[in-house]
Every structure is written in structure tokens, then in C-alpha cells.
């Protein structure tokens, strides 16, 4: 059983979507502990076993968007760090890997949602630098916009 003070080690792939007009697309959720705490990320998530990052990442905007890429259309990572966060009264410590991945346009298919994050993912929206940079809500990583501005 986990206690409390106990963090879990956890590694991430996540994807910055751009389309044309160079807005990054982000998912609205919460954790289930504090559901009336929403916040904005990037698509992405945790490692299977035996992926790499870049893998981990191409799997994971495709089971949250519908869009399939091959893992080799990321490229290498235009960002990497480490964050810790409680998730359904558990801590975590992820290290992450940051990918740029770039499309016309797409309209986003939820099908592929696991159940958690159907139950705690209800929004999402494609952010141009300029909204992220005037918005009141908080997104992650929090140098988001940074992030952007050396991509873009």
C-alpha cells in the first residue's frame, strides 16, 4: 500500500501539437482528488513497458486524439524535465520529454481515452501564444510559452 509521503517514479512522453496557425493544442483536466481544479496540458503521458520516450509520445497523441504518427515524425525532444504533482491521492516525480509535432488541422477524437481520463479530461482547446500568454488559467509545464516562442 502507498503511504502518503511515498512518490512514485514515473516517465512521460508528451507532445506539443501545432497547426497551421501555430497553435498548440491542450486537454483541460483535474485530479480526481480536487475535481474543481482545472488546469491545461499537453498530450501525453506515461511510459509502457519497454518504450522510449519518443514511442511513449506518438502512442499516447494518438490514443488521445486519434492522430497516428510515426514515432519518427517527432524528432528529437525540444524539451525535458522533471515535475512532481498528486494524482488521485497519490505523489508522483515524472521526468518528461517534450516533442514538437505540427498538422494543418485536426479535429480531435477522445475515443481512444482511457476511463480515468475520461472522468477527468472534459475540455480541449488549440491556444495560440498570445491566449496562453493573457489567459488566468494555469497550464503545465508552467514555461510553456517560453517553450513555444523557441519552437515557433
Keep these: 500500500m ?3 509521503a511515498e512518490v512514485r517514479e514515473r516517465r512521460a512522453g508528451r507532445v506539443l501539437l501545432l497547426d ?7 486537454f483541460r483536466g483535474c485530479d480526481p ?3 474543481d481544479d482545472k488546469y491545461w496540458f499537453t498530450p501525453g503521458g506515461g511510459f509502457d513497458e519497454g518504450e522510449e520516450p519518443r514511442q511513449a509520445a506518438a502512442r499516447e497523441l494518438f ?8 514515432e519518427t515524425e517527432l ?4 524539451h525535458e524535465d522533471i515535475t512532481e504533482f498528486s494524482f488521485d491521492g497519490r505523489r ?12 494543418a488541422s485536426w ?3 477522445t475515443a481512444g481515452f482511457e476511463p480515468i481520463e475520461r472522468t477527468t479530461m472534459d475540455e480541449h482547446h488549440w491556444w495560440s501564444l498570445t491566449e496562453l500568454e493573457a ?5 503545465y509545464p508552467a514555461n510553456l510559452t517560453r517553450i513555444l516562442r523557441e519552437v515557433l
Design 2 to 4: 502507498t503511504t502518503p
Design 20 to 26: 497551421a496557425d501555430d497553435r498548440v493544442l491542450l
Design 33 to 35: 482528488a480536487v475535481p
Design 63 to 70: 490514443e488521445e486524439t486519434g492522430l497516428r504518427l510515426p
Design 75 to 78: 524528432g528529437e525532444p525540444v
Design 92 to 103: 508522483y516525480r515524472q521526468r518528461q520529454w517534450f516533442y514538437v509535432a505540427r498538422v
Design 107 to 109: 479535429e480531435v477524437d
Design 135 to 139: 489567459t488566468g488559467e494555469r497550464y
